[in-house]
């Protein structure tokens, strides 16, 4: 029972035990467990992909009035549940054309590249207590460095395709990706300043008000901005289909083109754990003091609710154009952004943190933040009766212009 | 914390392996046939005309500079962010100034229509 509660860490310390009792030196069993708890951790995102490509189809089937994968023949399993085992042998089967005059090198480096930053940002999201890949001191900084990376990957494989198509949508891509990464940054500055650590698991220890109470606006700003950063409608430009077809990924076939789809459900996952650990007290949750095996389950419980939202948001909406996400993110979520992090900052300095009792904290935060929200309601609502106004007066104008006798 | 940076450097390793393995193993499964008409670029049936490293529209380096400005104003906030706890209230209304500077920068921008994608 003792070993249960604490199972993972157990696991580990009794393999290092083990290793040493082989009578190994004591650098071989560091970069034996180092390269081994590097694996392990790699193939958690690849073993939630396989039940969450199913979870995806069922909700998606679900929204559109279907059954969705419910084959239960050889590979179907009980509730088709693993019908993505008979994609994947479907997929690799299939034949990898490279178009004429495409830059191979880059063409076949973007969906590596993609793939891999999907998965290296596992290395700093916290399980539990002590349960983590690298808790580094700069965690949330490492997640965005490498957010930037799968840009590049976006725009190696516009460039790369030979294709008009994918040149254009990559740079579409581009403009928003760029665009949307500083509502995002600036939502992390206030999570970072009112946690004070940019390690994440500091960030999880801290919440004992998960900062979603703490922080609502911010939080709202930094799931827009994920939004966006996925790809996910509304803001999905990259799939676009009645205007550039498929993207950047058009010239993509084979299994190159399910490592971009593979790497967007990681995306997704991850933004969705990392939501979990930044606003809902990530790990953290009931008896989990006694049994800290329990963290890796109320994580994994947060960021399925957060991926069902995720979900609801890209199956229930429409699509926007091109000017209005832009637009969108610098005259709305831009500013707004600017001016939470401005008043947060002078809010925690009036209202010091108190860990006696977290939760007036928390009120105070909550009050402002709803202050808050209710003054950009108001100027939104002037600001579009204003422009209603002047619309109609111009329209007024042309009318009288029209009828006016010459 | 070196140790959690060798962490870091081995998972990046590992991660690169998982990225590369999959078209490397389809590699020795999948069919090879290629033929001119399959190759052709994609575009609607029709043979691509000219060059197609097009060039793109000057609004986006508009975009792309306003980045860069306020993602540079966001690297200097990252610092007085992890440092916040140990500042004064001086401080803070300093980094308050600031950012309402760059906000008016903001403003100045969308009044000279820079941030309409047209």
Redesign the interface.
């Known amino acids: 029972m003792e070993f249960l509660k604490n199972l993972f860490v157990n696991i580990g310390l009794w393999f290092q035990g083990l290793l040493v009792g082989a009578g190994l030196p004591d650098i071989w069993v560091r970069v034996i467990t180092?390269?081994l708890?590097?694996?392990v951790?790699?193939f958690v995102p690849?073993i939630a992909m396989f039940f969450l490509g199913w979870y995806e189809r069922k909700i998606v089937a679900r929204i559109a009035d279907r059954l969705g994968p419910n084959n239960t023949g050889a590979f179907g399993g009980p509730y088709g549940i693993l019908q993505i085992v008979a994609d994947a042998i479907k997929?690799?089967?299939?034949?990898?054309?490279?178009?004429?005059?495409a830059n191979r090198g880059v063409f076949?480096a973007s969906?590596?590249?993609?793939?891999?930053?999907a998965?290296?940002v596992?290395?700093v999201i916290p399980f539990g207590e002590g349960l983590i890949?690298?808790?580094?001191?700069i965690g949330v900084?490492?997640i965005l460095a490498l957010g930037s990376g799968s840009m590049i990957a976006v725009l190696m494989a516009g460039?790369g395709?030979?294709?008009?198509?994918a040149?254009?949508a990559a740079?579409r891509s581009i403009?928003t990706l760029?665009?949307y990464?500083?509502p995002q940054?600036?939502a992390l500055?206030?999570v970072?300043?009112?946690a004070?650590?940019?390690s994440t698991q500091d960030i999880v220890k801290f919440q004992d008000v998960p900062l979603l109470f703490t922080l609502p606006l911010t939080a709202l700003l930094f799931f827009a901005a994920a939004l966006s950063e996925l790809g996910r409608r509304p803001f999905d430009l990259v799939e676009a289909d009645s205007e550039i077809?498929a993207g950047y990924l058009?010239?993509y076939s084979?299994?190159?083109f399910?490592?971009y789809y593979l790497a967007e459900f990681m995306n997704q996952f991850m933004i969705s754990v990392l939501f979990a650990t930044l606003f809902l007290g990530g790990w953290r949750g009931p008896w989990v003091d006694q049994a800290p095996a329990l963290g890796p389950i109320w994580l994994g419980i947060k960021a399925f609710l957060v991926l069902f939202v995720f979900q609801l948001f890209q199956y229930t909406l429409p699509r926007l154009r091109?000017?209005q996400i832009?637009?969108f993110c610098?005259?709305f979520l831009?500013?707004l952004a600017?001016?939470n992090?401005?008043v947060m900052?002078?809010v925690?300095?009036l209202a010091p943190?108190d860990s006696a009792n977290p939760w007036v904290w928390a009120g105070i935060f909550l009050l402002i933040n709803i202050l808050l929200g209710a003054l950009v309601i108001l100027v939104l609502e002037v600001a579009g009766r204003l422009a209603q106004r002047r619309k109609e007066a111009e329209l007024t104008v042309s009318l009288e212009e029209e009828t006016a006798p010459a | 914390m070196l140790n959690q940076f060798a962490f870091i450097g081995v998972f990046l390793l590992v991660a690169l392996i998982f990225g590369v393995a999959p078209p490397v193993m389809a590699f020795f499964i999948r069919p090879k046939k290629p033929n001119p008409r399959k190759s052709e670029v994609y575009e609607c049936g029709m043979r691509t005309h000219g060059a197609t490293w097009v060039q793109f529209k000057a609004q986006y380096y508009v975009f792309a500079i306003a980045f860069v400005v306020f993602d540079v104003e966001a690297a200097l906030l990252l610092p007085w962010a992890l440092a916040y706890h140990a500042l004064g209230l001086y401080a803070v209304i300093e980094a308050v100034i600031f950012i309402l500077i760059l906000l008016g920068g903001l403003l100045y921008l969308w009044r000279k229509g820079a941030l309409e994608w047209m």
Do not use: Q
Request: aromatic letters at 10%; glycine letters at 8%.
């Open positions: 180092l390269v708890g590097a694996f951790l790699a690849l997929i690799f089967t299939k034949e990898d054309l490279v178009p004429d005059g076949n969906p590596m590249l993609m793939l891999a930053v998965v290296a596992w290395a890949g690298s808790d580094l001191n900084i490492y460039w395709a030979n294709n008009k198509y040149m254009l740079l403009a760029i665009s990464e500083i940054v600036l500055v206030a970072v300043m009112v004070g650590s940019f077809v058009i010239e084979g299994v190159k399910i490592l091109i000017d832009l637009g610098w005259k831009t500013p600017l001016v992090v401005c900052a002078l925690g300095k943190y």
